[in-house]
């Protein structure tokens, strides 16, 4: 009912830049929070930064000043800026949405995934 589709990762050397998109589409009535997650090998994954519906923002320790999330609500999308990138930041990147979903028989609020993109910081 709804998908999420990530793009924009890549290889980057270390303090470059990359910015990742992750478009929502489907039988979306609102989207609330839009997260960005990212899971490193053999390593949990990890919240890195988070967007409310009213643009407050929150960041891992470990990004802020680097890493910047945004969203454009018209276009159901959030983006993360990410800058002066390390090797340590190496990770698969996961988009998360809060979405309200409607239908022709309900209405109810879901939490979904994006597939992933890779993004990898390497000289």
């Known amino acids: 009912q709804v998908q999420l589709v990530e793009s924009g990762g890549g290889l980057v050397q270390p303090g470059g830049s990359l910015r990742l998109s992750c478009a929502a589409s489907?039988?979306?009535?609102?989207?609330?929070?839009m997260d960005w997650y990212r899971q490193a090998p053999g390593k949990q994954r990890e919240l890195v930064a988070a967007?409310?519906?009213?643009?407050?923002?929150d960041y891992a320790d470990s990004v802020k000043g680097r890493f910047t999330i945004s969203r454009d609500n018209a276009k159901k999308t959030v983006y993360l800026q990410m800058n002066s990138l390390k090797p340590e930041d190496t990770a698969v990147y996961y988009c998360?949405?809060?979405?309200?979903?409607?239908?022709?028989?309900?209405?109810?609020?879901?939490?979904?995934w994006g597939q992933g993109t890779q993004v990898t910081v390497s000289s």
């Open positions: 489907g039988n979306i009535f609102s989207i609330n929070a």
């Open positions: 998360n949405a809060d979405v309200v979903v409607v239908t022709t028989k309900s209405k109810f609020r879901a939490d979904y």
């Open positions: 967007i409310t519906s009213d643009d407050s923002t």
